[in-house]
């Protein structure tokens, strides 16, 4: 199975910071990488699919880069609802593989 | 707009086996795999595997393997995962999510919690 290792794996910061939560994949997956975002006793949120494309009526304060092993996600200036954890997950193999989670907390 | 409604809460004992149910409504049954995640209580996801209701395929992560089966009922719009030997790791929400490929899990169900006890 290909693993997926986000890092890290919580972080603690203020309203208006910049995060940015990395994602890597154990071997090549192209561009096939999803972000999904979770708040407590919800079920997760897609966020972006295929590497680099925002889910609809996702703000465009979150961005993606990456592609091959090493991806990114990057809010630009955190909101109060943004505060959640967030999972990476690959499609590029039919075994489908989710990071392990970066939880962001409010500092 | 596009629902995934999954089955109530299931209390099992060791041994015993659950099926949990997954509604699809305001789309095409047929259009999208639907794929089983499960989190166990302040853990990560797990991803369990894969149907797609069209072709009855099936693809399941190998810890899986031999414990797990995942169905449909085409007629009714409803894809099924039924988990058996359960032990106290097994106590997790259960999610459902529809997945078009390249285009994620856009649509998940509300979660079943499902508690094993001994």
């Known amino acids: 199975d290909i693993q997926m290792t986000q890092s890290p794996s919580s972080l603690s910061v203020s309203v208006g910071d910049r995060v940015t939560i990395t994602c890597r994949a154990s071997?090549?997956?192209?561009?096939?990488l999803n972000w999904y975002q979770q708040k407590p006793g919800k079920a997760p949120k897609l966020l972006i699919y295929?590497?680099?494309n925002l889910q609809s009526g996702v703000p465009s304060r979150f961005s993606v880069s990456g592609s091959g092993t090493d991806f990114t996600l990057t809010i630009s200036s955190l909101q109060p609802e943004d505060f959640a954890t967030y999972y990476c997950q690959q499609s590029y193999s039919p075994s489908r593989t989710f990071g392990q989670g970066t939880k962001v907390e409010i500092k | 707009q596009v629902q995934l409604v999954q089955s109530g809460v299931e209390v099992k004992k060791s041994g015993a086996s659950v099926k949990v149910s997954c509604k699809v409504s305001?789309?095409?049954?047929?259009?999208?795999?639907i794929n089983w995640v499960r989190q166990a209580t302040g853990q990560g996801l797990e991803w369990m595997g894969w149907i797609n209701p069209n072709s009855g395929h099936t693809g399941y992560a190998q810890k899986f393997q031999g414990r797990v089966s995942m169905t449909k009922n085409t007629s009714i719009s409803t894809a099924y995962m039924e988990l058996s030997s359960l032990t106290s790791d097994d106590t997790a929400v259960y999610y459902c999510?529809?997945?078009?490929?390249?285009?994620?899990?856009?649509?998940w169900g509300q979660g079943t919690t499902v508690s094993v006890s001994s």
């Open positions: 295929a590497a680099s």
């Open positions: 999510a529809r997945e078009s490929f390249l285009y994620g899990m856009d649509v």
């Open positions: 071997q090549r997956i192209d561009s096939y």
């Open positions: 305001g789309d095409t049954f047929t259009s999208y795999d």
